[in-house]
């Protein structure tokens, strides 16, 4: 079964300070792809990445970078230096490869103080 | 309008009354879904429409009726529902062959009493 896991509920951090987003999943699937969605309070979620799985380079845009690592089944999301603007919640969520399906974690709630 | 929009953006219903969400999407795409997201749980797929075609019903109870009339518009029909259906509807859309990235309208929250 697919399962995504967002251990964070909420963090809180300081302008200016990094943070990192855990999201860990379980799929039996050797294809799937992986997500990141930002959800501001306005409530859409805004689409901020998708990896697949055969596909373990990390990426950067600009203050985002994501690190997937499969041996651990781990899709970490870090922000440097983080702003105001940053303060939403995080969802992380995989898919199967041949179907519309999205299986999303419950959400980090992240406060980025100033 | 750009994007896709929801409307009522707040709502809040009895148990008896009948109501519907509608969702509209300016994106030229073929495909719109429906989410709900409770409080604490992960969003959850409701329906798939592709090309007006209801594709996805992940087990949703019959008192949420979907309507797609074309491939802009979407509907979600509601009636008798349960406390517990309180929630934060979401629709999206997307290009058919493109549901991996899928443009999400900013939601209907629903209350019911």
């Known amino acids: 079964a697919q399962k995504v896991t967002q251990a964070q509920t909420e963090i809180s951090v300081v302008e200016k300070e990094d943070v990192t987003l855990d999201c860990v999943y379980e799929?039996?699937?050797?294809?799937?792809?992986l997500f990141w969605y930002k959800q501001p309070p306005s409530g859409e979620l805004v689409f901020l990445i998708r990896r697949n799985s055969f596909d373990e380079q990390n990426e950067i845009s600009g203050r985002y970078s994501w690190n997937f690592q499969k041996s651990t089944s781990s899709f970490n999301f870090t922000i440097t230096a983080s702003q105001v603007v940053d303060s939403a919640v995080y969802f992380c969520a995989l898919s199967e490869m041949n179907r519309s399906q999205f299986y999303f974690g419950t959400g980090t709630s992240l406060t980025v103080i100033p | 309008e750009t994007g896709v929009t929801q409307t009522p953006r707040h709502l809040v219903m009895g148990m008896t009354n009948k109501k519907s969400l509608k969702c509209e999407q300016h994106?030229?795409?073929?495909?719109m879904y429906w989410y709900k997201q409770s409080a604490k749980k992960p969003l959850e797929l409701m329906f798939v429409?592709?090309?007006?075609?209801?594709?996805e019903n992940n087990s949703v109870p019959s008192r949420f009726s979907p309507e797609c009339p074309n491939s802009s518009h979407l509907f979600l029909h509601l009636h008798t529902l349960q406390p517990e259906d309180s929630a934060l509807y979401l629709c999206?859309?997307?290009?058919?062959?493109?549901?991996?990235?899928?443009?999400f309208g900013p939601g209907t929250r629903l209350l019911v009493l």
């Open positions: 994106l030229g795409h073929n495909a």
């Open positions: 429409y592709n090309f007006k075609e209801q594709t």
């Open positions: 799929t039996r699937d050797t294809t799937y792809y």
């Open positions: 999206a859309s997307s290009q058919e062959d493109r549901w991996e990235t899928q443009y």
